[in-house]
Every structure is written in structure tokens, then in C-alpha cells.
């Protein structure tokens, strides 16, 4: 395939997902055939799916990390493994890129083209749109741009940071109207929606928690809603919402019956089970590998407690997406690898795992109806191998400003055939008129300097963490 052909197809991707879920939706999805409801059982035992009982077996799938077109092969993997569920964060940075500026429709970004098509194809969605969502995502999910002003909070009430709040109402504001006729009680597959993420491992301020929550409700989505959190830190710091479920990041069947006790009104399930983690830069190999979930969804098929497996298929942080971990100082900043793999039941190239067969088989041994067949595997290249050579010195080639302190100054630059083409178009920096640069902050910022987004990005480290109980 030349590179024109994969622009178009590229192009024609998001279109093609949306006729095809649009198109076939109603003849193939028993889902869109009547309207359903939705709720918890009086005595906040069983999720109630048409006032019966029903188990969420879900598996956790990040649109914004797999390219469109494998969108739907992926939710038939998740299918064909006994699930009937689909959890889906939302990043709220890459909705918001720039306060005000919206993009919901473009690519990965259409998250509602990607519930649609969960829906075509059978299956329910627990949508989990933050405003903070970890997920190993830069600054968990949070604007970059929050922190603008250096005395900004992040995670706090209104009244700590009137500012924070405003935004994260804006956000809300802006994709409730797409959520809203995706809900269950509209007609759409979407069970549950999510209300932070793990906030009792940052805070105790349940003000906080239920702002979130009212800011939907102002915005015309009434719910259900659930929140997501550690066993211990739910319990000490009481980070739930009135009236929503409780899911517990990882932990078994006997997880749930303690949550059940310490918060007997309410339903609670595994919200996160972990089935893999995630890799930084300079690990040996991928981490999570050879972690086994099967005694786990054993005791929760059982009983017929609902779960979410974290991730089914982890996919790919393109471009500068991936986030870090660091102490709150700062110090020990490990940034992840771009790939998301999670050393998930499923690959990063989609294709099923060991673990996959060993989970299906076991899902499998407890439903009555046999399951769909695997999708046809997605046909993959095998790159030949790349040596790479020296070709220039990073540091000789950045504008002055940006130049390691100490460095002697290169020597004049010219224009070579493998420049030539593309110089006159380049922005130029300030302080240096030699030299093309393409540097964003070139456009927007009268000096070519790097240390305001570095100061953003380190102390998104700080944020976009997994939690201490990971």
C-alpha cells in the first residue's frame, strides 16, 4: 500500500465505522430492538437490567488507543470471550486540547461512533468520563492548560478553585448533550456512568465528588451513575456518590461482600480487575505478564458478581499520550512506553493471548447460550529489520534558546536536498535566523523555550499516576 492509499483509506475510516454501525445497528444488535431500563434492586444487592437480574461482564477498551478501523473487530474479541460489557474512558485533554476548542468528532475522538458500534454489536457500555481518568494518560486525562496559572488546583471544589470547577463544568457541559441519548433509558447501550476516578487515593472531599455529580445532573444526565475506587480507600474517606454503585479497583468476591457491608444500599462490583500493568521506559520486558485472573473470575462467575477486566485490550498511547509516574516532589519520574499493551488477554496487534483462551474457556463453563465464534484475525506485516546510523547531533540542530547550556554553537546551516523542500514553509524562530524551526512555541510565544510545557508536563507527572493501591 503507497502512502496516498493509506491517507485515503485513513480518511474514510470514521465514515465507514459510522455507516457501518448506523446502517446495521437495528438488524444486528438485539439492544436497539425495544427500549431497556436500567437500575439497582431494592436492597442494593444485583444490578436489575429490564427489573432482572444481570451480571456485567465487562472488558475495558480505550477508542482513543485503537486505530478506528479495528474498532470493531476488537469489541467481537471482547464478545466472542463471554463479555457483555465494554468499559470506555473518555480523555478529557484530548477532547479539550485548548480551553473552549472542542473535538468530538474527528477520528479516535468520536467515542459516540465507537459506543454506537458497541451497541451494533451487542453489547452494553460503562462510560467513564473523569474529568481525571489515570488510565497511564498524560495527566490522567486532565488539560495541560489547567495549570497555567502556577497557584491552579486541580481535583478541588468549587470553592478551593473556582476556575478548575468552571472548566470541568464547561467539559461536562459540552459532551452531555452526546452522552445523553446513549443512556440506557434513551435507547442507547450505556449502563452506568462513572464520577471521577479513584478519588479516594488522592482526597477525602466528598463535596468535590458530588459536584461532579451535579454537574451532570444540571446537564440533563440523570444517571445511573458509580464511582470507582480502592476497597481501603472508599471505605476510610467515603468517596462514593448518594445513591450510585461502587466499583472496587481490583480485588475477588470477597472484596465485594465487605463493600456490600460497609455500604449495604448499594450494588458494588469489580470495577477495575487488573489483568495486566502497565511498562515504563527502561523495564526489561512487559510488565504484567504472566498474571493469571482465573481464580479471580472463577469466584465472580460463581456468584454471579459483575466485574470489569482492566485491560481487555490495551492498544497503543500514540503521538505524546502516554503519562508518568512520579513522588509528589517530583523525583523518580518514570514515563510509560507508548505501546499500551497491559500484557492484555488480547495484543496491542489484536491478536487473542494464552490468558484469552484460559478465560473464555472458563466464562464459558458458566453460560447457558454458547458463544460467538473469534472474529477473523486482522492481517498483520512483519517489518523487516532497521539499522539505524548516526545522520546529525540533536542539540546542534535546536534553536539557540533551546540549546544545552554550555554547548558551542553550531556551525552555519544549509539547506540540504532532505531539508530544501520543507524549509520554506517552517516557522522561523526569533533567535535565530539561519535555522527553520518547528517548534510549537515559536508560533504562539515570542522565545523559543521549552520550560513552560516541560513545568506542565512534570507536574502532570505528579497527577496522572496510578494510584498507591495499584
Not at 29 to 53: I, M, N, R, V
Not at 240 to 251: E, F, K
Not at 315 to 330: E, H, I, K, L, Q
Amino acid at each position: 500500500m503507497d502512502r496516498r492509499d493509506f491517507l485515503i483509506i485513513s480518511a474514510l475510516t470514521p465514515l465507514a465505522a459510522t455507516w457501518a454501525t448506523e446502517g446495521h445497528a437495528a438488524a444486528r444488535s438485539p439492544l436497539a430492538a425495544a427500549d431497556h431500563t436500567f437500575g439497582f434492586s431494592a436492597d442494593g444487592s444485583q444490578f436489575l437490567l429490564d427489573k432482572e437480574p444481570f451480571q456485567i461482564r465487562s472488558g475495558e477498551l480505550h477508542p482513543c488507543r485503537i486505530p478506528v478501523r479495528y474498532w470493531r473487530h476488537r469489541i467481537q474479541m471482547a464478545k466472542a470471550m463471554g463479555l457483555n460489557t465494554i468499559g470506555v474512558y473518555l480523555m478529557w485533554n484530548y477532547l479539550e486540547e485548548r480551553p473552549g476548542i472542542f473535538d468530538l468528532t474527528t477520528d479516535r475522538r468520536d467515542f459516540a461512533a465507537f459506543v454506537r458500534l458497541c451497541q451494533a454489536e451487542g453489547m452494553w457500555v460503562l462510560l467513564r468520563p473523569g474529568p481525571y481518568v489515570c488510565a497511564e494518560w498524560d495527566l490522567g486525562g486532565l488539560p495541560a492548560w489547567l495549570l497555567k496559572d502556577p497557584a491552579a488546583r486541580i481535583r478541588v471544589r468549587a470553592a478551593a478553585d473556582p476556575h478548575y470547577m468552571a472548566a470541568v463544568r464547561r467539559y461536562v457541559s459540552k459532551i452531555a448533550p452526546v452522552v445523553k441519548p446513549l443512556l440506557v433509558a434513551n435507547g442507547g447501550p450505556v449502563l452506568m456512568v462513572q464520577i471521577e476516578n479513584e478519588y479516594g487515593s488522592f482526597g477525602d472531599d466528598a463535596t468535590y465528588v458530588d459536584e461532579i455529580r451535579q454537574a451532570w445532573l444540571d446537564a440533563g444526565v440523570p444517571g445511573p451513575f458509580y464511582t470507582q475506587d480502592g476497597l481501603a480507600q472508599v471505605k476510610a474517606n467515603r468517596t462514593n456518590v448518594p445513591g450510585g454503585a461502587i466499583g472496587l479497583s481490583d480485588g475477588d468476591a470477597a472484596a465485594i461482600a465487605d463493600c456490600r457491608r460497609a455500604f449495604p444500599a448499594v450494588p458494588a462490583f469489580i470495577g477495575e480487575s487488573w489483568a495486566g500493568w502497565f511498562t515504563a521506559w527502561g523495564d526489561s520486558g512487559f510488565a504484567g505478564i504472566g498474571k493469571d485472573k482465573s481464580p479471580v473470575l472463577r469466584g465472580l462467575m460463581q456468584s454471579k458478581l459483575s466485574f470489569n477486566i482492566y485491560m481487555i485490550h490495551g492498544g497503543t498511547s500514540f503521538g505524546y499520550w502516554a503519562g508518568a509516574n512520579s513522588a509528589d516532589d517530583g523525583s523518580g519520574y518514570t514515563p510509560d512506553i507508548t505501546s499500551y499493551d497491559y500484557s492484555a488477554a488480547i495484543t496491542e496487534q489484536g491478536r487473542p493471548t494464552a490468558s484469552y483462551t484460559a478465560y473464555r474457556s472458563l466464562i464459558d463453563s458458566y453460560l447457558d447460550e454458547p458463544l460467538p465464534p473469534l472474529p477473523a484475525a486482522v492481517p498483520t506485516i512483519t517489518p523487516s529489520p532497521v539499522t539505524p546510523r548516526a545522520y546529525a547531533s540533536l542539540w546542534d540542530n535546536l534553536p539557540r534558546r533551546c540549546r544545552r547550556p554550555g554547548r558551542s554553537p553550531p556551525s552555519p546551516w544549509r539547506p540540504t536536498a532532505r531539508t530544501r523542500a520543507s524549509s520554506s514553509t517552517a516557522a522561523r524562530c526569533p533567535d535565530t535566523t539561519a535555522r527553520p524551526c518547528t517548534s510549537p512555541a515559536c508560533t504562539t510565544t515570542p522565545r523559543c523555550s521549552s520550560t513552560a510545557s516541560t513545568r506542565a508536563a512534570s507536574a502532570g507527572s505528579r497527577f496522572g499516576r496510578r494510584t498507591p493501591d495499584r
